[in-house]
């Protein structure tokens, strides 16, 4: 597989389509402006809170993790940014690609967006393929919607994708079905089919949750790889902090709708500021060193339409008090770009 | 503490062969779901499986419990011989083993109250009356840290670690000696992940319970087993004390599938990302069944199949290059 990979890094300007003007990159600084950012993002379905002002940006070339336990909103964020989510759900706030505005755009704008300059590929990869197609031509389906090619043209990049994501004998693989292929086999599908777009964010949602260990090793990478090799961004949505730690530069940890602790990955894991994070890190086993006793989280993650006042974890936190249940508790600075919602942050964390 | 003490669960060299069809009228293949494995379990002590799906570890549970007959072997619990499946025998030494699985919404009956679910394992033994029955229920759903207004409820009113202390109380209903959990944990939330293991090392403390402990999860089993089991294609691959495994694994697949376990913080042993994926067990390669992804292989592991040996150390391991290395050494 790997006299492919030199072969994309050959030509690797020739993979923006002009038309599309996503050679802003060249023509302004990396650093202008991040790449996606979101601010006060809010998400209700039929009034029950989902999102309750998520504020996060993307820039260029990024690997970001966001980790929460099920139902802390971590996939509804991205769902919600690409307008993925349905009529029921009221959005509110701001998502910006480049400075332009993505919510509440023309449906054939989002088009352009979604699967172009934003993929995105999901935990179950069986389910995402359609299962009476053959996977290449899925992945040169892609290619013609998003890149004009021909069949011919459509069927050669197909190859050249399957061969970069590290499936072997790519060639004869192109004409297999989906059900042909094993989990991790179809994760690569997947990640080519997002590729063919040529994008500027991969959205990961749990990409390796269903794959064996050893296979997630595989995956995880392989997007390492692309990631560097094509130097898009990347959104890791995983429950897994060592998933996250294993990828991204920055995480955000999420909790009931909110981002609530933000960092940079190595002082996120050696200094959490937010009792939740510690909570989740405590709770973890740990792979060497004497065994202890799990610290777990009492109780459960609150209902969303039953959350508690204020501070939504106030009522599983160690460290609570009563001023927690007075109001949603406003993010604080924890340290070097680090940041944490909790009134009662370690003295220590706080820079001096 | 429990030296000498007989087992209370043996397999002896067991496979379990499945026959299976390539294509609508192709012909049969035989696959070795689980191919000569021997393992025990002492009373109140957990053995912990872990390997990568198809390796065989949740055919190995149902084995344990009767509920597959095996094609060569012998299983063995309390020293006697497993009587067949669904015989009056049988039926009487399910009440003693019990099995947690991984989805406890498809475990329970979504129509009965988690009381009347609870209660059926001593209706179905004929256990108690009625009012002791209540009382035992009352007691259980105590024991798994749930609250009394939880009996009255129905499955879906309530939460997945919730549901999950349901079907572990169901399965205690009994008072059983061997628990056989698959995958327990693999379906909850990390915060809530952490409770229910604490509670499962509980309960064994409290009730001396034996547990067969089956997952991928390789920390969680780390932190319930007193000893554990790699599997690859059917087979043990290493088998000993849970500390020694995961911190310095000797079989190049237990390598690998430990190095491969993300970890938040720096890692300990360099990642080795295995090429290829797992083999089919209808198409098992020649010789040791991991040679085809190993890195280590040489000529005599495409040939002879290792067998699971002692080690100077005291665990178990099945490959050829480690007991030639150790050969060497000594």
Not at chain 2, 210 to 232: G, T
Request: charged share 20%.
């Amino acid at each position: 597989m790997d006299g492919l990979v030199s072969d994309f890094t050959a030509q690797p300007p020739s993979v923006h389509n002009p038309a599309h003007g996503r050679q802003a990159g060249m023509t302004e600084p990396a650093t202008a402006r991040p790449l996606v950012a979101i601010s006060g993002l809010q998400v209700a379905f039929d009034g029950v809170p989902a999102l309750r002002g998520i504020d996060l940006t993307v820039q260029r070339g990024e690997a970001v993790g966001l980790v929460g336990e099920s139902g802390c909103g971590k996939s509804v964020t991205w769902l919600a940014a690409l307008g993925l989510l349905g009529r029921t759900a009221r959005i509110t706030g701001s998502v910006t690609l480049a400075g332009e505005e993505l919510l509440g755009v023309a449906p054939a704008t989002l088009d352009r967006v979604r699967g172009g300059r934003i993929a995105m590929i999901f935990q179950d990869p069986a389910t995402a393929l359609n299962p009476v197609h053959k996977v290449g031509r899925q992945v040169a389906e892609s290619l013609r919607l998003h890149r004009g090619m021909d069949h011919a043209a459509a069927t050669a990049e197909a190859r050249r994708l399957f061969d970069m994501v590290g499936i072997p004998d790519a060639a004869r693989r192109l004409h297999a079905y989906p059900h042909e292929m094993s989990g991790g086999q179809n994760q690569r599908v997947m990640i080519a089919m997002a590729l063919a777009g040529q994008p500027e964010l991969l959205i990961a949602d749990e990409p390796t949750t269903a794959l064996d260990a050893t296979i997630q090793a595989q995956i995880l990478d392989l997007l390492r790889r692309l990631q560097a090799e094509t130097g898009m961004a990347l959104v890791l949505i995983s429950h897994d902090l060592g998933v996250v730690a294993d990828l991204c530069s920055r995480v955000g940890v999420m909790y009931a709708g909110r981002i609530v602790e933000q960092a940079p990955t190595d002082a996120l894991f050696a200094r959490p500021a937010h009792p939740y994070t510690q909570g989740l890190l405590g709770a973890l086993p740990d792979m060497v060193g004497p065994r202890r006793r799990l610290s777990a989280i009492p109780g459960g993650i609150p209902e969303p339409w039953n959350l508690p006042p204020g501070c939504a974890f106030a009522p599983r936190c160690p460290a609570h008090t009563p001023a927690c249940d007075l109001a949603e508790p406003a993010s604080r600075t924890a340290g070097r770009e680090h940041q944490a919602a909790c009134l009662h942050l370690a003295p220590a964390t706080v820079p001096a | 503490m429990t030296e000498g003490v007989a087992n209370l669960l043996e397999l002896d060299g067991v496979s379990r062969v499945y026959g299976s069809r390539r294509g609508f009228l192709g012909a049969s293949v035989a696959v070795r779901a689980v191919d000569q494995l021997s393992l025990s379990v002492a009373p109140g002590r957990t053995l912990g499986i872990v390997g990568e799906s198809g390796c065989g570890k949740s055919t190995t549970g149902r084995l344990a419990l009767g509920l597959e007959t095996p094609s060569q072997g012998r299983v063995r619990f309390e020293g006697q011989p497993m009587p067949a499946v669904g015989s009056a025998a049988w039926r009487r030494l399910r009440a003693r083993m019990q099995l947690v699985f991984q989805d406890p919404l498809g475990a329970m009956d979504r129509r009965l109250t988690i009381a009347t679910q609870i209660a059926e394992p001593l209706a179905i033994h004929a256990i108690g009356d009625v009012s002791e029955r209540r009382d035992r229920v009352a007691a259980l759903l105590r024991d798994v840290g749930l609250r009394p207004d939880h009996a009255a409820r129905h499955p879906h009113e309530l939460s997945g670690g919730q549901r999950q202390r349901a079907v572990l109380a169901r399965a205690l209903a009994t008072d059983p000696a061997l628990l056989v959990c698959d995958e327990p944990v693999s379906a909850l939330d990390v915060s809530i992940q952490a409770q229910v293991v604490n509670m499962l090392t509980d309960l064994q403390q409290a009730r001396g319970i034996a547990m067969l402990f089956i997952s991928h999860d390789l920390k969680v089993v780390r932190q319930v087993s007193h000893s554990v089991a790699v599997m690859y294609l059917g087979r043990i691959v290493e088998q000993g004390d849970p500390e020694a495994i995961f911190a310095q694994p000797a079989h190049p697949y237990s390598r690998a599938l430990v190095s491969a376990i993300p970890v938040p913080g720096p890692r300990r042993i360099p990642r080795i990302v295995l090429t290829g994926d797992p083999p089919n067990p209808a198409d098992r390669p020649t010789g040791c069944a991991f040679h085809p992804r190993c890195i280590a292989a040489v000529a005599v592991c495409r040939a002879r199949t290792p067998e699971l040996l002692p080690t100077p150390d005291g665990r178990m391991v099945a490959c050829h290059i480690v007991h030639d290395s150790n050969r060497i050494a000594t």
